[in-house]
């Protein structure tokens, strides 16, 4: 079924120029738009958003760092390493499962959504589910690969915000250090110096 499914999206690339170039670019640099929208929000936002940017952070790097655990403990090969498949992009031939990619974007969203910031959560959430059906098409994961991710995604980001106040010095920390540097945007007010 899984292999069935790879076979149905995959089979789609090479076909269409269009969708190949937005896949391609959805698959290699979405993580540059996340980091854009995170730089805005940072930014822009106040300081309840800049503690938002940071518990992302944290939850994105927690995510890699379980999905390196779970590529060193069960090491499933590529589809383009056991099967023929129309490969758009070139890849190293590591662990498939789960995906990096999905697994940074989908943490990044349910980060933010989380944390209540709705419709910069859904807009994210939708560009993570693309990243992740992109990475299918590419050739580079199953679907059960994109699956994994946003499963490991949805539990890490759960912990961290259940266990926000333990790990509240943390941004506290970083927002403070901004905050004491000159010259640099700052939106805060008196209400946005409370806990978060």
């Not at 993580?31 to 930014?43: E, N, P, Q, S, Y």
């Not at 944290?58 to 023929?84: A, Q, S």
């Not at 590591?94 to 990044?108: K, L, Q, R």
Request: no cysteine; aromatic share 12%.
């Amino acid at each position: 079924m899984n292999y069935s499914l790879f076979q149905s999206i995959n089979n789609l690339a090479g076909h269409h120029p269009f969708w190949d170039k937005l896949m391609v670019f959805m698959s290699k640099e979405a993580f540059i738009i996340f980091a854009f929208i995170l730089l805005i929000m940072w930014f822009a936002g106040k300081q309840r958003t800049k503690y938002t940017v940071v518990y992302a952070a944290i939850t994105t790097v927690i995510g890699l760092v379980i999905n390196m655990v779970i590529g060193h403990i069960y090491d499933e090969p590529r589809p383009f390493v056991t099967h023929k498949v129309h490969l758009l992009l070139q890849h190293a031939k590591d662990a498939s499962f789960p995906s990096d990619h999905a697994t940074g974007t989908f943490s990044i969203a349910f980060a933010v959504l989380l944390r209540k910031h709705l419709k910069t959560g859904l807009f994210m959430t939708l560009l993570a589910v693309l990243v992740g059906f992109s990475r299918v098409y590419v050739g580079h994961h199953y679907p059960m690969d994109v699956v994994g991710s946003i499963i490991v995604s949805l539990v890490v980001s759960i912990v961290v915000y259940q266990l926000r106040g333990l790990l509240q010095p943390i941004p506290r920390l970083i927002v403070g250090i901004y905050n004491r540097i000159p010259l640099v945007p700052k939106n805060t007010s008196r209400d946005e110096r409370a806990n978060y």
